[in-house]
Nanobody, 123 residues
């Protein structure tokens, strides 16, 4: 059974930064494409950023482009989401997810999910 663990969430003021981590203990993340998604209550889960195993290419939602950076550290078996210049609109629960070869960076394309970590941006 795939087990993913997200960490690094918390509360920050607007303009602040957080780094989320996604780790797995039973397999190598570099065998998968990894996505970060977020969801607010009553809303659909949104694809924030993905990194693809095939060529290392990345995707960012327009709302986070230029502020968020996804990266891998294969030595630590971890995928990060560096989030800078955070805005109140970034407040959500953030999830990481895995899929060997997803069609695109959206929820239906990913089959294995972590439990999520809360990010709150407020003054």
């Amino acid at each position: 059974q795939v087990q993913l663990v997200e960490s690094g969430g918390g509360s920050v003021q607007p303009g602040g930064s957080l780094r989320l981590s996604c780790t797995a203990s039973q397999f190598s993340l570099d065998d998968y494409s990894v996505g970060w998604f977020r969801q607010a209550p009553g809303k659909e889960r949104e694809g924030v950023s993905c990194i693809y195993r095939s060529d290392g290419s990345t995707y960012y939602a327009n709302s986070v482009k230029g502020r968020f950076t996804i990266s891998r550290d294969n030595g630590k078996n971890t995928v990060y989401l560096e989030m800078d210049d955070l805005k109140p609109g970034d407040t959500d629960v953030y999830y990481c997810a895995l899929e060997p070869d997803p069609v695109t960076c959206n929820e239906p394309s990913f089959g294995s999910w972590g439990q999520g970590t809360q990010v709150t941006v407020s003054a």
